[in-house]
């Protein structure tokens, strides 16, 4: 079971990224992938978390209306589009997995499997 997190990069205030998290050794249609970002002594924050199965979805309020969240069930991938990125949004971003549920689970501590970080710097 393996995760690749990519798409980060430095990007200006206002500007856009699209993250991507492939998964392989296993099929996402009955797991919940979640975008969870950490700054260096904060806590990993839950960002945005998706049903595959059914695709229902989650938004933090700091990120809603600026970022989507979607899947393509064929390449078996989810990716995380990012409008209007601000400062704030700095970050190291990481994609998880975890057993589908009734309802989306935005808890970073129940989910299963990780993929390593990509670094977003929001500057001018």
């Known amino acids: 079971v393996q995760l690749q997190a990519s798409g980060g990069g430095l990007v200006q205030p206002g500007g856009s990224l699209r993250l991507s998290c492939a998964a392989s050794?296993?099929?996402?249609?009955?797991?919940?992938i979640g975008w969870f970002r950490q700054v260096l002594g904060k806590e990993r924050e839950g960002v945005s978390c998706?049903?595959?199965?059914?695709?229902?979805?989650y938004y933090a309020d700091s990120v809603k209306g600026r970022f989507t969240i979607s899947r393509d069930n064929a390449k078996n991938t989810v990716y995380l589009q990012m409008n209007s990125l601000k400062p704030e949004d700095t970050a190291v971003y990481y994609c998880?997995?975890?057993?589908?549920?009734?309802?989306?689970?935005?808890?970073?501590?129940?989910?299963?499997?990780w993929g390593q970080g990509t670094q977003v710097t929001v500057s001018s």
């Open positions: 998880a997995a975890r057993p589908s549920s009734p309802v989306v689970i935005t808890t970073a501590a129940l989910y299963n499997y």
């Open positions: 050794g296993f099929t996402l249609d009955y797991y919940a």
């Open positions: 998706i049903n595959v199965s059914d695709g229902n979805t």
